[in-house]
């Protein structure tokens, strides 16, 4: 057994300076049905506002390689077999988002909901599929079985699995070191990898092994999980960049039927040509009626005509909690009967024909700091001292917070972990400055008091 991993190859990266691969990860590398990242947005919508942001999954999952790697040497450095997990890590982190489609996240929405309807995210099913197929279980079964790597992802390895898609896991650090960076957004991106990664230990919870951060690195892991929060609400979610995955959602809508892409999905063949370039080209030199609204959305998309935020509220899940109902009917039952119905009501009284409907897009569930996402991840603190609870040295992130008097000072007592959801409505840009005049008439005075939050945004 060597001692340490035999790299033979060398990438560049912006982020980590020199990633070196092994001879297997180097060939899974350079397959057809991997290289297809290099064509699939990290970001989707976001290069809209920030035109920097065209990474693709490809460096992502390169970068997530590199970090799952720091952590299960880090992690498992006392092991006999420490070369191996290491290895077992690196092959589980490159392959993770392997199963993306062209847009990400909107391929899933549109076309994996149709192809996997009973699949939350279809491009993890769709990924298991693909480590099963000729194209990959042949190099993967050199080192192991593609249920391993499975049982990564899916947190039946209870150890590997959040040093790679845990709350502070390789990918999550990745995406905000790589997407802050790309973005010009560093000031939320700053995160001390080396810090947080060389204070990771396995301890007992409960007499059962679990991944831990060190008690004194708290603030860096604060300082990660505020920084995440506010490249969400200002990247991921700013308002321009939604409205680019809305026309994008419409795009992939359109064109699911003509282009067979649920059947071109399914074949992996042809899934492994199909990326943003080629489908986006596809469409637009396409002459077929059956596409001439997908030709029309890619238009917009080249013009950056896109549709125009009229309305934003912030939802927050105790009120959908009190009233009985989920986030998701909530913020859809606020667009329409707050701002959505009196608009339309107003255009009928005045003889005002608004051509387009508009569209509700609501957010993930957002926090600054939530516990939860440790607890179940299988993550937890180590105090080697007993600072924070007596008698024991671990401890969930929940008994940190409220012990942690300066968080609870600055944030509030329960602020900085209640749950909320920006709910918009999106109108036609050819009719949002009519709607904007109309809502400016008719808006209720109570709302006055409550501040635009968009103006706060980038």
Known sequence: MRDVLNFVRTIRDPIYDEIRMTEL???????????????????????????????????????????AGKYAEEVFREDDDVVEKTQLARLAALLHDIGHGPFSHTYDDVVFKRVYPDAPHGHDVHRDK?????????????????????????????LLHPLIQGALGADRLDFMLRDSFFAGTLHFGIIAVNRIINNTTIQKHLDKDAIHYNWKCLDDIYSSLIGRFFEYKNVYFHKTSRAADITI????????????????????????????????????????????????????????????????????ESTAENLGITVEGLCKLTAEESFIKKVEQYCNENNIVLENKMKIDSTYKLSTINEQEFQASNIYIYDPY????????????????????????????????????????????????????????IRPKADDKEPDVSVTSY
């Open 25 to 67: 990860e180097n060939r899974i590398i350079d397959s057809p049905i991997f290289q297809r990242l290099r064509w699939i947005s990290q970001l989707s919508g976001v290069r809209q506002v920030y035109p920097s942001a065209t990474h693709s999954r490809f460096t992502h999952s390169v970068g997530v390689m590199y970090l």
């Open 249 to 316: 959602h419409e795009m992939l809508r359109e064109a699911c039927g003509p282009l067979n892409l649920i059947e071109r999905t399914h074949d992996l063949d042809e899934y492994t040509y199909l990326n943003e370039y080629s489908l986006v080209g596809e469409i637009f030199s396409s002459k077929s009626e059956e596409l001439a609204k997908a030709r029309s959305l890619v238009k917009d998309l080249f013009n950056r005509r896109l549709y125009k935020s009229v309305f934003e509220k912030i939802i927050d």
């Open 130 to 158: 693909m480590i099963k197929s000729d194209s990959l279980r042949p190099t993967i079964e050199e080192f192991t079985k593609p249920q391993a790597l499975m049982d990564i992802w899916e947190g039946k390895n209870y």
């Open 386 to 441: 007993n600072r924070i609870k007596f008698g024991t040295n671990s401890f969930t992130l929940n008994e940190a917070l409220n012990t942690t008097t300066y968080i609870t000072t600055f944030s509030g007592p329960k602020a900085y972990r209640s749950l909320f959801t920006l709910v918009r409505v999106y109108a036609n840009p050819d009719e949002a400055d009519t709607i904007k005049k109309i809502w400016d008439e």
